[in-house]
């Protein structure tokens, strides 16, 4: 070949390229046929440098199709100076609070920033960042106090009058004092802490090094750098925002692989827990009360006809029949444990049962506890002892123990019509006053802390085992609130749930952390309310009249499963 004929092929070449690269950006600024006016506002680019990063972290063959991507399209995921200085960060072997070091940050910070209005206070907040990183290496990582302690000394020396550097450093002193010489014997306070401040628990330098980087690029203005893994936090938001809007969803426990092919909501509505599996008719009268254990092994229903029947979860059948009281049976509790149940009755005693042998173990009436004729209604063990607390409506709220003996008396004026504690912290009682009351029971004083006046007839009250930052309150007529408790002295009401009937009788609602709300109603539905927007899901027809009390069984898996019980005497197990 001749070297004119190579020299024009070569010319060709390039004017191939240059018209490639033109038609190559022709097609991204075209819309795809087909989509909708909102898909098309995607900017084409950006989706193709998501597409680049993501199929650069799954590396391997990918990793070569990002790069023939990329050099195809001549778009970055990352620019040379952002990858340098990247690198810089983290490398270990660099001092990074060097002048020579601070220099080189500062200069890339200014060629990746460009807008002058915001390089001080980038600049600022990277190097708070660096020192803040290089205290926690010290500290956790290297066990050099003193070096911990030089650099936490120079962080508040170069900003003494700023308040956020102010914050940081009162938080870096707790954890030099909290951590002294016992590295590994941290508290829940401080790994709380510790996850605050971003420092990753159980990793080395270079997961600290790429917490840094993570957290330092977060600082820079958002077209200049895409953050990690952009392109599945996007697929996972969508998702997350069409659960969040199906009144059917229900948050799994365990982790489970997105399905990214179908919309999330066209299966939810199959995986509701809204169908009845079992009829128990143990019972020869009306069925007041149910309950799971602590575990959900068992499952305890009270009655009119003066017995209490455990079934065991498993199969459903019946594990034993407790026989004793001399009337109804309007209340029980499970031991922490899931060895005894307490229970109340109109014959105004209560009995203690061992669930192993089946048989009574105390039977302790009023007048043992108050010499006095007293009406004994709820009553519930505490969580992490055999003490119990009773509620009445005679104006008593007393904790005692097994041995009947009295152990705090609240002193209470009001009348009580029911009762829940929350993890042996929080207590939460209902007044004929129509009043909230929720008392901190975590010191010896049992303080009380707050008193909401309702202004409606308040008939229960009850809380999740997995849930306690939230109550549910029946509230006459025909409504139930849910509160949020978790600062006994500033609970709030979080919503209002409408459609059921109750206006002469006392029904037990039941909230759950699988954001739902349940309960039961005169007209003899179950009623089932999404608890974020209180919208009703549905309307379960299995009992024949009134259904009294609901309850959701706990448990580790996602085996969702509940029990109502009613008037007809009958307990029903439904789920999926």
Same mark, same amino acid.
């Given at each position: 070949?001749?070297?004119?004929?190579?020299?024009?092929?070569?010319?060709?070449?390039?004017?191939?390229?240059?018209?490639?690269?033109? +038609?190559?950006?022709?097609?991204?600024?075209?819309?795809?046929?087909?989509?909708?006016?909102?898909?098309?506002?995607?900017?084409?680019?950006?989706?193709?440098?998501?597409?680049?990063?993501?199929?650069?972290?799954?590396? +391997?063959?990918?990793?070569d199709i990002a790069d023939h991507v990329s050099q195809t399209t001549g778009l970055q995921v990352t620019d040379r100076h952002l990858r340098e200085f990247s690198d810089f960060l983290r490398d270990t072997k660099v001092d990074l609070e060097g002048a020579s070091s601070l220099e080189?940050?500062?200069?890339?910070?200014?060629?990746?920033?460009?807008?002058?209005?915001?390089?001080?206070?980038?600049?600022?907040?990277?190097?708070?960042?660096?020192?803040?990183?290089?205290?926690?290496?010290?500290?956790?990582?290297?066990?050099?106090?003193?070096?911990?302690?030089?650099?936490?000394? =120079?962080?508040?020396?170069?900003?003494?009058?700023?308040?956020?550097?102010?914050?940081?450093?009162?938080?870096?002193?707790?954890?030099?004092?909290?951590?002294?010489?016992?590295?590994?014997?941290?508290?829940?306070?401080?790994?709380?802490?510790?996850?605050?401040?971003?420092?990753?628990?159980?990793?080395?330098l270079a997961v600290s090094r790429e917490c840094l980087v993570n957290q330092v690029l977060a600082l820079l203005p958002s077209d200049k750098v895409i953050p990690p893994h952009r392109l599945a936090q996007l697929l996972k938001q969508a998702v997350a925002y069409q659960q969040l809007?199906?009144?059917?969803?229900?948050?799994?426990?365990?982790?489970?692989?997105? =399905?990214?092919?179908?919309?999330?909501?066209?299966?939810?509505?199959?995986?509701?827990?809204?169908?009845?599996?079992?009829?128990?008719?143990?019972?020869?009268?009306?069925?007041?009360?149910?309950?799971?254990?602590?575990?959900?092994?068992?499952?305890?229903?009270?009655?009119?006809?003066?017995?209490?029947?455990?079934?065991?979860?498993?199969?459903?059948?019946?594990?034993?029949?407790?026989?004793?009281?001399?009337?109804?049976?309007?209340?029980?509790?499970?031991?922490?444990?899931?060895?005894?149940?307490?229970?109340?009755?109109?014959?105004?005693?209560?009995?203690?049962?061992?669930?192993? /042998?089946?048989?009574? %173990?105390?039977?302790?009436?009023?007048?043992?506890?108050?010499?006095?004729?007293?009406?004994?209604?709820?009553?519930?063990?505490?969580?992490?002892?055999?003490?119990?607390?009773?509620?009445?409506?005679?104006?008593?709220? &007393?904790?005692?123990?097994?041995?009947?003996?009295?152990?705090?008396?609240?002193?209470?004026?009001?009348?009580?019509?029911?009762?829940?504690?929350?993890?042996?912290?929080?207590?939460?009682?209902?007044?004929?006053?129509?009043?909230?009351?929720?008392?901190?029971?975590?010191?010896?004083?049992?303080?009380?802390?707050? %008193?909401?006046?309702?202004?409606?007839?308040?008939?229960?009250?009850?809380?999740?085992?997995?849930?306690?930052?939230?109550?549910?309150?029946?509230?006459?007529?025909?409504?139930?609130?849910?509160?949020?408790? /978790?600062?006994?002295?500033?609970?709030?009401?979080?919503?209002?749930?409408?459609?059921?009937?109750?206006?002469?009788?006392?029904?037990?609602? &039941?909230?759950?952390?699988?954001?739902?709300?349940?309960?039961?109603?005169?007209?003899?539905?179950?009623?089932?309310?999404?608890?974020?927007?209180?919208?009703?899901?549905? &309307?379960?027809?299995?009992?024949?009249?009134?259904?009294? &009390? %609901?309850?959701?069984?706990?448990?580790?898996?996602?085996?969702?499963?509940?029990?109502?019980?009613?008037?007809? +005497?009958?307990?029903?197990?439904? +789920?999926?």
């Amino acid at each position: 070949m001749s070297p004119k004929k190579k020299g024009s092929i070569a010319a060709n070449s390039d004017n191939s390229s240059a018209i490639n690269h033109t +038609g190559i950006h022709s097609f991204l600024s075209a819309a795809i046929p087909g989509l909708s006016t909102e898909m098309s506002s995607i900017k084409n680019d950006q989706l193709l440098l998501l597409i680049i990063q993501y199929f650069t972290d799954l590396g +391997g063959p990918f990793k070569d199709i990002a790069d023939h991507v990329s050099q195809t399209t001549g778009l970055q995921v990352t620019d040379r100076h952002l990858r340098e200085f990247s690198d810089f960060l983290r490398d270990t072997k660099v001092d990074l609070e060097g002048a020579s070091s601070l220099e080189l940050i500062n200069n890339n910070l200014a060629q990746l920033v460009g807008d002058d209005s915001q390089l001080s206070k980038i600049q600022r907040d990277v190097r708070v960042l660096i020192k803040k990183t290089l205290f926690l290496e010290s500290l956790i990582l290297l066990r050099n106090n003193n070096r911990a302690l030089r650099t936490l000394r =120079t962080l508040t020396a170069d900003y003494p009058d700023d308040e956020k550097v102010e914050s940081l450093s009162k938080k870096l002193s707790s954890l030099l004092v909290s951590f002294g010489d016992q590295i590994e014997l941290v508290d829940s306070s401080t790994k709380a802490l510790l996850e605050e401040l971003g420092w990753q628990i159980g990793g080395d330098l270079a997961v600290s090094r790429e917490c840094l980087v993570n957290q330092v690029l977060a600082l820079l203005p958002s077209d200049k750098v895409i953050p990690p893994h952009r392109l599945a936090q996007l697929l996972k938001q969508a998702v997350a925002y069409q659960q969040l809007n199906d009144p059917y969803y229900i948050p799994t426990s365990s982790s489970q692989p997105l =399905t990214l092919l179908r919309d999330a909501n066209t299966y939810m509505k199959d995986q509701f827990p809204k169908n009845l599996k079992i009829r128990l008719e143990h019972h020869e009268n009306e069925c007041w009360f149910v309950k799971y254990s602590n575990t959900g092994k068992y499952l305890a229903s009270a009655s009119v006809d003066k017995t209490i029947a455990i079934y065991d979860t498993q199969t459903y059948r019946l594990h034993k029949h407790l026989v004793g009281h001399d009337n109804t049976i309007i209340y029980l509790s499970w031991s922490h444990d899931d060895t005894k149940i307490i229970t109340s009755s109109f014959d105004q005693t209560v009995k203690v049962w061992d669930l192993e /042998s089946g048989s009574c %173990i105390a039977t302790i009436s009023d007048q043992d506890l108050f010499n006095s004729n007293v009406r004994i209604r709820s009553v519930e063990f505490f969580k992490y002892s055999d003490q119990f607390i009773i509620g009445s409506p005679d104006k008593k709220l &007393c904790i005692f123990n097994l041995d009947k003996e009295l152990v705090y008396d609240f002193k209470i004026s009001h009348r009580i019509e029911d009762l829940a504690l929350v993890n042996d912290e929080k207590l939460v009682v209902v007044t004929h006053s129509c009043q909230l009351m929720i008392y901190d029971i975590t010191s010896s004083s049992y303080e009380l802390s707050s %008193i909401i006046n309702i202004e409606k007839q308040l008939t229960s009250i009850t809380v999740s085992p997995d849930d306690p930052d939230h109550c549910l309150i029946n509230v006459k007529a025909d409504e139930l609130q849910l509160w949020n408790i /978790s600062k006994t002295s500033r609970p709030y009401l979080v919503n209002k749930y409408y459609g059921l009937q109750q206006s002469d009788y006392i029904i037990r609602g &039941c909230v759950t952390d699988k954001n739902l709300v349940l309960s039961g109603s005169e007209d003899g539905l179950i009623y089932i309310w999404n608890k974020k927007f209180g919208n009703l899901i549905e &309307c379960l027809k299995g009992h024949k009249s009134l259904i009294n &009390c %609901i309850d959701w069984k706990p448990t580790d898996n996602d085996d969702y499963e509940w029990a109502s019980c009613g008037d007809d +005497g009958v307990v029903n197990i439904w +789920g999926v």
